[in-house]
C-alpha cells in the first residue's frame, strides 16, 4: 500500500488482490478499516465496489476500531462518512465520544442528507441516547427542511432509549 499526503489527510492505495481478499474474510477487514474507508473515496470504480463490499460484510468493528471510528466521523465526508455511520451504527455498546460524534455529524449543517440520515440510523441502535443528544435529534426531527431526515429522526427519537 502506498500513501501520500493532501491537505492532512492521509490517502491510501490498496491494491485490489487485498480487497478481494478483505471482501471474503470480514475478521481481516475489519482489522483493516483505516485502508478501506481511505478505498471507498477512490477515484476507481472498481476499488470502491470492492472497499464497500468488504465493509457491507465486516459486521461489527473491533473494539480498538472505536476511537479511530468517532475521531474520523465529523472529519470526512462522502462515502467515508457514510461508511464510518454504519460502521458506528453496528457497535453494540458504543462510547459517549461516538454519540457525540453521530449527533455533530445528523445536525450538521455542511453534511450530505444521506450522511446525516445514516447518522440517525446508527443513533437509533444505541440503547440509549443522553439528554443534549435526544434534543439535538428531536430538534432536527421537528426544524428540519429534509422530510427524508426529518423521518429518520423521529425514527432515531422514537427507538433509541
Known amino acids: 500500500m502506498d500513501s501520500r ?4 489527510i492521509v490517502w491510501m492505495k490498496v491494491d485490489l488482490e487485498k480487497l478481494q481478499r478483505w471482501a471474503n474474510d470480514p475478521e ?8 478501506l474507508i481511505a478505498a471507498v473515496g477512490s477515484e476507481e470504480e472498481e476499488v470502491v465496489s470492492w472497499a464497500s463490499e468488504s465493509l457491507e460484510n465486516c459486521g461489527p468493528p473491533p473494539k480498538e476500531k472505536w476511537t479511530w471510528i468517532a475521531d474520523r466521523l ?5 462515502d467515508r ?4 455511520c454504519t460502521l458506528a451504527g453496528r457497535i453494540e455498546e458504543p462510547e459517549e465520544a461516538m454519540e457525540r460524534a453521530l449527533v455533530e455529524v445528523a445536525s450538521g449543517e455542511q453534511v450530505a442528507e444521506a450522511n446525516s440520515v445514516r447518522a440517525c440510523w446508527a443513533l437509533e441502535r444505541f ?15 421537528d426544524t428540519s427542511p ?3 431526515l426529518r423521518q429518520a429522526a423521529a425514527k432515531c427519537c422514537a427507538s433509541a432509549g
Open 5 to 8: 499526503t493532501a491537505k492532512g
Open 28 to 35: 481481516e477487514a475489519g482489522h483493516h478499516l483505516e485502508e
Open 74 to 78: 465529523s472529519k470526512e465526508s462522502g
Open 81 to 84: 462518512q457514510y461508511w464510518l
Open 127 to 141: 440503547p440509549r441516547l443522553a439528554d443534549s443528544s435526544r434534543l439535538a435529534i428531536q430538534h432536527l426531527a
Open 146 to 148: 429534509s422530510p427524508g
